[in-house]
């Protein structure tokens, strides 16, 4: 009996054959990274996904997908723990919801004029590189504060910055804020944008930001993050399977299972530990992908040219 035969499934959109426990287990690994970070986890199932051979253009609708179920199950376990500020994830939404659009239009156009590969693995190592720096940069930080007993609290009473003097505030009762919606809604409109170009739910870059330039309380970021990711990935699946027709149902199936009973385990890890060593991690986890990224642009490949003949053999 060819047992390889019984694990392989075939891909229609991505026009080739795959190992079904390869895929599961892609998803429950990013499942359960979503539920532990509060990442939509796209930044990673595209690259994992672009690493299996998978067309970037599927890798990058397809994994948007993904992103919903791990986001949904992961978002309704902080809604039940109430650590999930609905009226800040609906602002953010709205501004998620316009970037979405606009991506969409520059992946096509990218798609049209044969760069959209290149420039997905850059933005990519661009992005992974500086972000997952940093967030290691500040962990490691606070951590070693922590050891002096110093204090490690990221947010200050009375502490503002230049965001905070902004017009049109709204008081957010659940985060414990008064803050200007515009900085709100440009956030979530440039994740709009990640998340269509680069098939991302952009939590590796919104938790950092709503934490360090917001100043929202770290319990909840995690689940309005999630939140927000649900709603603009959907969207962003939806209209990429209309006009680009690059959405592959039957790998984003598996995926979709995998990840939602995944993201329930990562959830209950993550909330036995503390903020710090959930950055550092996140931070570890962001460069290691950015650099096998980096590494796979500039290492020589073992074949140059590709032919491929049509019809038959």
Do not use: C
């Not at 990640?194 to 995690?222: D, E, K, Q």
């Amino acid at each position: 009996m060819n047992w390889g035969l019984a694990v392989t499934i075939y891909l229609p959109i991505a026009e080739l054959s795959v190992n079904i426990f390869i895929i599961l287990g892609m998803g429950a690994a990013v499942g359960f990274l979503s539920g532990m970070f509060g990442v939509g986890g796209g930044f990673l199932i595209t690259p994992l996904l672009i690493f299996y051979n998978i067309p970037p253009v599927v890798a990058v609708a397809t994994g948007a997908n993904q992103v919903v179920a791990s986001s949904i199950s992961g978002a309704i376990t902080h809604f039940r723990r109430g650590s999930l500020d609905m009226k800040l994830g609906s602002v953010l939404l709205v501004g998620g919801l316009a970037g979405a659009t606009v991506g969409i239009w520059i992946f096509s156009l990218l798609r049209s004029i044969g760069q959209l590969d290149l420039f997905i693995s850059l933005l990519y190592v661009i992005f992974l590189g500086t972000i997952g720096g940093l967030m290691l940069w500040e962990s490691v930080n606070a951590m070693q504060r922590a050891r002096r007993n110093e204090p490690t609290t990221l947010r200050k009473p009375g502490h503002h910055n230049w965001v905070h003097r902004l017009p049109l505030k709204m008081r957010f009762k659940k985060s414990k804020i008064y803050l200007s919606v515009i900085p709100i809604v440009a956030l979530g409109f440039s994740i709009g944008i990640l998340t269509s170009v680069m098939g991302v739910g952009g939590g590796f870059i919104m938790v950092p930001a709503m934490i360090y330039l917001l100043r929202i309380p770290t319990n909840v970021v995690v689940g309005t993050s999630l939140f927000q990711i649900i709603f603009v990935t959907a969207y962003t699946t939806i209209i990429q399977a209309a006009t680009n027709f690059s959405v592959d149902i039957v790998l984003a199936f598996f995926l979709m299972v995998a990840g939602v009973i995944g993201a329930q385990y990562g959830v209950r890890v993550g909330q036995r530990l503390r903020g710090e060593q959930l950055r550092a991690l996140l931070g570890l986890l962001v460069l290691a992908v950015g650099l096998r990224l980096a590494i796979a642009l500039v290492v020589r490949p073992e074949d140059i040219y590709s032919v491929v003949m049509g019809g038959g053999y």
